[in-house]
């Protein structure tokens, strides 16, 4: 059952020796999740059950290792991006460097968007909750307003 584990496994992932993930080895993960789900469903789910423990810790430990790698080239670059847009807007976040209103972080929309609980125009500022926030920032569809302090520019103190 080990043989087709995710991105190399979590021995190469312990390791910090990460595979570069290509659609060759997304096939073979299908693949091996086709034969091993093809027999009795007491066995798929016990390979099911072990594969997204055993997936969950790859994916957190290819994340922290592979995050900011600028010379990474496999197929989930993307969502390595997609992570160092969370990290900038948590990063933001937690400095106090968003104005909030209330517990809610002001945004602008960068797109019209209507759909769910969001109707906005594209420029129009509102304040969604920090969930909210993070997931349409990450997506692109708004750009946070910044507070004053981050203008600001720091000069060097003399001694």
């Known amino acids: 059952m080990s043989e087709r584990l995710p991105a190399g496994g979590p021995y190469k992932a312990v390791s910090g020796s990460h595979e570069v993930l290509g659609s060759e080895s997304l096939r073979e993960a299908r693949e ?12 798929c789910s016990a390979y099911l059950e072990r594969l997204l423990r055993l997936s969950r810790g790859i994916a957190l430990k290819r994340l922290v290792d592979l995050y900011g790698d600028p010379g ?8 390595l991006e997609a992570l160092g847009s969370l990290v900038e807007f948590y990063a933001n976040y937690i400095s106090g460097l968003l104005p909030l209103h209330g517990e809610e972080v002001l945004v602008r ?4 968007i209507m759909g769910g609980r969001v109707r906005l125009l594209k420029g129009e500022v509102t304040a969604a909750g920090p969930g909210l926030a993070a997931r349409l920032y990450v997506a692109g569809l708004v750009s946070l307003v910044e507070s004053n302090a981050k203008t600001l520019r720091l000069k060097p103190s003399n001694p």
Do not use: F
């Open 32 to 43: 091996a999740l086709a034969n091993y789900c093809s027999a009795s469903r007491d066995y």
């Open 109 to 112: 929309s960068e797109a019209t």
């Open 72 to 79: 990474y080239k496999g197929v989930d670059r993307d969502v």
